[in-house]
């Protein structure tokens, strides 16, 4: 289904782009932290995913926090099989621009990537996050555990009712959609903001602040 154009609607069903086998694979060491962005990642750690406008800067955000053991981007929450940007960028995929977070838990805890999460984009917004527009820049949160699903919907209702706590109320707009496939981007994508110093991203300037609180 489509409602009005590509940019203001999620797309589902027949009407997407048909996409193809083949995943994108082989990348180089993540820029900055110099892991493995693929799969298989050590025992016993954890993964998160995210959607919050801009990969780019979701990214760089999330590589900063204590505890993190690799990031990447790509594309999830749609209809398409590994799709491409520019297919994602048409509106007729139905994905989401997300980062996916490999943690340790033992060093940085699932809720406190949940608070940097909401505290570091506008879930308010609908298809968009500032200047960007589009399905592929809506507020997500995608689960990929019971527990982790839990703590996303209990983080979603407190937030609720700051929001609506507020001098003007709004409401949220962020999604929840449990273990979606997640399709990894291009290598440009990855690090983006190290590889392009000059590259804008409307969430290119967050720097981690608080967390996390461990000895």
């Known amino acids: ?80 099989p590994n799709p491409l940007y520019k297919e994602v960028c048409s509106g007729l995929t139905g994905h989401n621009e997300l980062v996916v977070i490999v943690y340790n838990p033992k060093k940085i805890w699932y809720r406190d990537l949940l608070q940097l999460f909401w505290e570091n984009h506008n879930p308010t917004q609908g298809l968009r996050q500032g200047n960007d527009v589009g399905p592929q820049y809506r507020s997500g949160i995608y689960p990929l555990t019971p527990e982790q699903h839990f703590l996303a919907k209990q ?39 190290v590889k392009n110093p000059d590259g804008y991203c409307d969430m290119q300037n967050l720097t981690v602040t608080g967390l996390p609180r461990f000895p």
Request: proline fraction near 9%.
């Open 1 to 80: 289904m489509l409602v009005d154009s590509q940019k203001d609607a999620i797309l589902y069903g027949d009407t997407a782009l048909p996409g193809r086998e083949e995943a994108i694979t082989g990348f180089e060491p993540h820029a900055v932290l110099g892991t493995p962005i693929e799969p298989p990642y050590p025992p016993h750690y954890e993964r998160a995913i995210f959607g919050m406008g801009c990969f780019w800067g979701a990214e760089k955000l999330f590589w900063q926090v204590k505890g993190v053991h690799t990031t990447a981007v790509g594309y999830g929450a749609g209809v398409t």
């Open 155 to 193: 983080s979603f209702d407190l937030y609720r009712v700051k929001l609506k706590s507020c001098p003007d109320p709004v409401a949220l707009t962020t999604e929840i959609v449990n273990n979606p496939p997640f399709y990894f981007a291009e290598e440009y994508h990855q690090q983006y903001l």
